[in-house]
């Protein structure tokens, strides 16, 4: 078991007995007396902060004895430490203890990391356990679940990106970060369903990207943390293996469903448009969208066999008579201008299966949610992880949530 970082609220309530446990390990038990009687003698923040520090440094310290892994077992559960902002102090701690970790944040947070078994994109915007966040200070932490038997981490290009699937462990799941309008980025969205072995294996993970005052200054970045490889264009994936005990999911929950306004499709595939067929009838894209006077904060949706996938607008160019999306169209798929929401948290969390009680392996959101629902403080359930430039599941999402489940098959 890993020990949660500072950020946690179990910390604070230790320290300022609010939360109260039988301890085993005799460390913790002496120390925490003294820390107890710091806070009641001086409650501020910097006072509590600085217990907290020397509280967690302690279980740090000891965290092989079997008795401190049963007191983190009973203040945290089990695996229930995902969710959480990491300072860059405690990301280095976890990559010197050899873990196995995916990590979101700021690209140069994440080029002050040392090498070890971790990839890694840029994103500063996150779901946390508090409310959506911005922050270019701390790192979004995704941890292999304890059930992976085994990893392989690989980097791809535009070139070799179709070998993803084909890399796959036979039973596992494998999590992918490719930085946001580069050419691997193209590749992946137009060509994933023509890929070998496309859905045999669970693909999930997120599009990096920047802060939006820093578009077109600052290229996303992906990392190969075994080398400190830092890749603008490419993509870098973890292949996680699992026991034949446990069996890996991956979903995505979709607030948005199909209007009853006009069908539209497209002649060919592509993320920039310029002629459409509005019921079967030809008409210059961006022309029917500023007539008809569509809200493109709203998706379009597409209807596949019952799943709704969203592509989202990006810009409308009357003078060029274009349209340029953040998801590729295909040709001959029927397209939708999506319903308008009263309600985005509402229906964000009425939308979360009720098989997710505890948090997800994985999970992430887009940043148009965030942008066009103002997200910023507001909780979207239990479910957190980094805000991304797009999601994928398979192949690539827009305004979507994505996650990942690991679950224990029956025994037999």
């Not at 007191?71 to 701690?93: A, T």
């Not at 997120?206 to 075994?226: N, Q, S």
């Not at 569509?294 to 209807?303: H, I, Y």
């Not at 349209?323 to 948290?345: I, M, N, R, T, W």
Request: aromatic share 12%; net charge negative; charged share 20%.
């Amino acid at each position: 078991m890993d020990i949660p970082p500072i950020s946690h609220p179990a910390w604070s309530n230790i320290v300022s007995g609010k939360s109260r446990f039988q301890f085993e390990f005799l460390g913790t038990k002496f120390l925490l007396s003294f820390l107890m009687l710091q806070v009641k003698e001086n409650p501020s923040p910097k006072t509590i902060q600085k217990c907290i520090h020397e509280l967690r440094d302690l279980f740090v310290r000891n965290m092989d004895l079997f008795c401190v892994q049963k007191d983190l077992f009973q203040i945290f559960g089990k695996d229930r430490l995902d969710g959480y902002m990491y300072d860059i102090s405690e990301v280095k701690e976890k990559i010197a203890h050899g873990q196995k970790l995916l990590l979101a944040g700021d690209e140069e947070l994440l080029r002050q990391l040392p090498v070890g078994k971790w990839i890694g994109g840029s994103i500063p915007y996150f779901m946390t356990e508090t409310g959506g966040l911005v922050t270019r200070d701390k790192v979004y932490v995704t941890e292999m679940p304890e059930g992976v038997t085994e990893i392989s981490i690989k980097t791809y290009n535009a070139e070799t990106l179709p070998d993803v699937y084909a890399d796959m462990a036979e039973n596992g799941f494998s999590l992918i970060v490719i930085p946001a309008s580069s050419q691997a980025h193209f590749e992946f969205a137009l060509h994933a369903p023509r890929y070998k072995g496309f859905g045999h294996s669970p693909l999930i993970g997120w599009i990096a990207g920047v802060h939006l005052e820093d578009i077109g200054r600052v290229t996303p970045k992906v990392f190969d943390g075994r080398t400190q490889t830092v890749l603008e264009n490419g993509a870098v994936v973890i292949h996680a293996a699992l026991p034949p005990t446990q069996v890996a999911e991956i979903n995505y929950i979709n607030i948005f469903e199909q209007g009853d306004g006009d069908t539209i499709t497209f002649p060919e595939d592509g993320f920039s448009i310029r002629e459409a067929y509005i019921n079967g009838v030809e008409a210059n894209f961006a022309e029917y969208v500023t007539r008809q006077s569509l809200d493109t904060r709203l998706p379009l949706v597409a209807d596949y066999f019952g799943s709704m996938v969203n592509v989202s607008f990006q810009n409308v160019d009357t003078a060029k008579q274009e349209v340029q999306l953040y998801a590729p169209v295909f040709a001959g798929v029927s397209y939708k201008h999506a319903k308008p929401l009263e309600d985005y948290v509402k229906q964000f969390t009425s939308k979360i299966p009720l098989h997710l009680g505890e948090h997800p392996a994985f999970s992430c959101n887009c940043i148009l949610n965030y942008m066009y629902s103002e997200l910023e403080g507001k909780c979207t359930g239990e479910i957190t992880g980094p805000t991304t430039f797009g999601e994928v599941v398979y192949q690539l999402l827009n305004q979507t949530m994505a996650y990942l489940t690991i679950s224990d098959l029956p025994a037999r």
